[in-house]
């Protein structure tokens, strides 16, 4: 009798101990697993952020019915530019071309620090476009979500100095 209920304790006891380790043991692999993905953001924000002694020319812009303003933007050749793009009235969106109007499309003017598609910008939010300035030149801006009736001639210009 006594036995068996000892055996029955153990039997009953075993498993919830064995989870228990397993728990702990998890626990502690998954903190020092968790601090390395941690540090990963701080990571690439300083790789965004150009290296000392390279000016980044901070420009801000506003989107909204039909319009980009400022318009057009000027900035000199071999700039670090960063656009900070608010949508003040509504969802819109901004495609900055990396070819100068009219310019062999064989090599961007613009060169991009991300890859370049549609910049969606939801209503009161800010986007930023981070480029270098290469070619002289004018490059187009045109929004590319769709935002209302006149949506095709909300556009912008940037210019490239020499
Ligand atoms: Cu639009």
């Given amino acids: ?45 300083r790789a965004a952020i ?14 909204k019915k039909y319009e980009f303003n400022p318009s057009p933007i000027r900035v000199k050749a071999g700039a670090h530019v960063q656009l900070k793009i608010t949508a003040t009235d509504h969802v819109h969106g901004v495609k900055l071309s990396e070819f100068a109007d009219g310019a062999d499309r064989s090599k961007p003017g613009l060169v991009f620090s991300s890859p370049q598609e549609c910049l969606r910008i939801e209503k009161g939010q800010t986007q930023t476009l981070e480029f270098t300035a290469q070619a002289p030149g004018t490059y187009s801006i045109r929004c590319c979500v769709h935002c209302g009736w006149d949506h095709r001639s909300m556009k912008g210009q940037l210019i490239v100095e020499p």
């Fill in 1 to 45: 009798m006594r036995l068996s209920s000892r055996l029955a304790l153990i039997a009953l006891f075993a498993p919830l101990i064995l989870i228990f380790t397993l728990i702990f043991a998890a626990s502690s692999v998954a903190r020092p697993a968790s601090a390395p993905s941690a540090l990963l953001p701080s990571v690439s924000a």
């Fill in 50 to 63: 150009p290296s000392a002694g390279e000016d980044l020319q901070v420009i801000e812009v506003t989107a």
